[in-house]
């Protein structure tokens, strides 16, 4: 059974940092690009970051700079390292792991950036 499970999402305030984790099991990752996906209310699922078994990352305009995607295969885990946060970067972040044409999610966890 295939399981990502997200953690370190929570309240930050507007310029603050925070660290979300995905623990993968019940696949290979090393065989999946690895990504980071966020969905606002009302607005549809977009990708934020992705990552490739050989290291390739990628990154949407909006997080450029600001966001650093990594991975861990000895501990199947993969990470989003959110620097400068903006109060629009608000959404639920979901874990992705993509092979093909088959993707697996995470649950997801909430990022608020208020103050």
């Known amino acids: 059974q295939v399981q990502l499970v997200e953690s370190g999402g929570g309240l930050v305030q507007p310029g603050g940092s925070l660290r979300l984790s995905c623990v993968a099991s019940g696949i290979i990752t090393s065989m999946y690009v690895m990504g980071w996906y966020r969905q606002a209310p009302g607005k549809q699922r977009e990708l934020v970051a992705a990552i490739t078994s050989g290291g390739i990352t990628n990154y949407a305009d909006s997080v450029k700079g600001r966001f650093t995607i990594s991975r861990d295969f000895a501990k199947s885990t993969v990470y989003l390292q959110m620097s400068s946060l903006k109060p629009e970067d608000t959404s639920v972040y979901y874990c992705?792991?993509?092979?093909?044409?088959?993707?697996?999610w995470g649950q997801g966890t909430q990022v608020t950036v208020s103050s």
């Open positions: 992705n792991a993509h092979w093909g044409s088959t993707h697996y």
